[in-house]
Each structure stands twice: as structure tokens, then as C-alpha cells.
């Protein structure tokens, strides 16, 4: 397998006006800040997107960017496997940030918690619960052992199955309309 290409944060600065940058977070982790003129396109919604997505490719480049850069290295990798090629922002928008570039932020919207912190609560919850309910029921463990269990096999394949049920939730869904404004300006 070859490796995603990917941009430095400073690379990706200078060539923004000519890429078309993709953000495959969640609609609530892109309304805490984008790069300036990102498309969102949530990564489980990749699939739908993906004649979008070729069109978009035909006219030039594509930057795929989400936090920390894992899930748009996966976006990338799906897309190449289709005969789309994009690069990725190496480090993500944490990166893009730390390094003090602008973030577009919409006005009204509502932000959420970035993914893994929501996965970070999410399994310390089910932990802290399995534990104490253990107390009076001790089959309740199996509950902190199956979290324990998930976490290993997540940081061994490198994906993310709480982030998957996660992403489902309301707040991190995109707005049908949304998806579909968002998918007919990539195509046009």
C-alpha cells in the first residue's frame, strides 16, 4: 500500500486559494473551526459524495483535512482505492492552528466537542459505570472489560468503532440541505 501524500500545514497555506479542501469531521467539530473555504464532508458520508468528489478532483487538487489528520489519511485512502487521488493536511487542523493560521468560524453556529474528547467521555462513562455497578452486580464489569477490549482493538487497527456510533449522534450529523448545498458546489 502507498502512502496518502500529504501537505505541511505551511504547504497547504500557501496553496489554499488553488485546492479544494475537504473536512471530513463531524458538522459540529468543523463549526468549531475550519480552514478557510472548506467543504464539509463528514468521512461516513464519503461514499455518497464520492461522484462530488470525482468531479471536484477533475478541476484540481484535493486537501483532505480533519483534527488531527488519522481520519483524512482513511478519506484519502478510500478515495484512492476509487482512482481519486487527494492529499492530507499532515498534523490536521490541530496543526493548521498551532501554527497560528486562520480558522473560519460560522457565525451562529453551534460547536461541539472534538471527536476523541467525546470518545474520551464516552469510555471513562462506561468505565466509571461498569465499576460502580459492580459493586452490587458483578456481572456489570463486563461492561468496563468490553470498553477495555474495544480501546485495545481501536488502537491496533487504528480505527475508531465509538467514533463511529458516536458520529450518529444528532449533534455531530449533518443537515440533509447541508450535504446536499455541500456536494452540489463541489460538483459545480
Not at 493548521?96 to 462513562?125: C, F, K, N, Y
Not at 459493586?135 to 482493538?153: D, I, N, Y
Amino acid at each position: 500500500m502507498t502512502a496518502t501524500p500529504a501537505l505541511s500545514p505551511e504547504q497547504a497555506r500557501t496553496r489554499l486559494t488553488e485546492l479544494t479542501v475537504i473536512d471530513v469531521r463531524t458538522p459540529g467539530e468543523y463549526a468549531t473551526g475550519h480552514l478557510p473555504g472548506a467543504h464539509n464532508v463528514p468521512l461516513d458520508h464519503l461514499d455518497t459524495a464520492l461522484p462530488a468528489l470525482r468531479a471536484a478532483a477533475d478541476r484540481g487538487d484535493l486537501l483532505f483535512v480533519c483534527a488531527s489528520g488519522a481520519r483524512s489519511d482513511q478519506a484519502c485512502r478510500r478515495l484512492a482505492a476509487q482512482g481519486v487521488s487527494a492529499a492530507t493536511l499532515a498534523g490536521g487542523t490541530g496543526a493548521w492552528i498551532r501554527l497560528g493560521h486562520d480558522v473560519h468560524r460560522p457565525a451562529g453556529a453551534r460547536a461541539t466537542w472534538a471527536m476523541e474528547r467525546q470518545v474520551r467521555l464516552a469510555a471513562g462513562s462506561l468505565v466509571l459505570t461498569g465499576l460502580l455497578a459492580g459493586r452490587r452486580l458483578p456481572a456489570a464489569r463486563w461492561l468496563s472489560a468490553g470498553v477495555a477490549g474495544g480501546l485495545v482493538f481501536s488502537a491496533l487497527t487504528d480505527t475508531c468503532g465509538m467514533a463511529r456510533v458516536l458520529g450518529k449522534l444528532p449533534h455531530n450529523r449533518p443537515h440533509p440541505t447541508d450535504l446536499a448545498a455541500t456536494l452540489a458546489a463541489l460538483t459545480g
